[in-house]
Nanobody, 120 residues
Framework: QVQLVESGGGLVQAGGSLRLSCAAS????????MGWYRQGPRNQRELVAS???????DYADSVQGRFTISRDNAKNTMYLEMNSLKSDDTAVYYC??????????????WGQGTQVTVSS
């Protein structure tokens, strides 16, 4: 069983910065793709950024140049550095991890979500 624990959300003024973390815990697995998603009050859950185990990244157009995704494979931890935040960034942010077990099975897990609120 894998657990994802997120931290770092909060309230920030427009133009400010926040850093989110997502730590995967458990045993007997390796973490492949990891990603950050967000869901606003009237929106569907959308992909914000993703990163492979090799470090290849991908970003939504809306956050390109403002957000940076990274990960520490040794700690099974992923980060999202968010700069120049806008009110449109207000959402619950979720992390997702695709893991592979020692038996070769692949599963995806979600974190519990962390609220990011940007005040204008």
């Amino acid at each position: 069983q894998v657990q994802l624990v997120e931290s770092g959300g909060g309230l920030v003024q427009a133009g400010g910065s926040l850093r989110l973390s997502c730590a995967a815990s458990g045993s007997g697995f390796s973490v492949n793709m990891m990603g950050w998603y967000r869901q606003g009050p009237r929106n569907q859950r959308e992909l914000v950024a993703s990163i492979t185990s090799g470090g290849r990244t991908d970003y939504a157009d809306s956050v390109q140049g403002r957000f940076t995704i990274s990960r520490d494979n040794a700690k099974n931890t992923m980060y999202l550095e968010m700069n120049s935040l806008k009110s449109d960034d207000t959402a619950v942010y979720y992390c997702k991890a695709i893991v592979q077990t020692e038996m070769g099975y692949t599963y995806q897990y979600w974190g519990q979500g962390t609220q990011v609120t940007v005040s204008s």
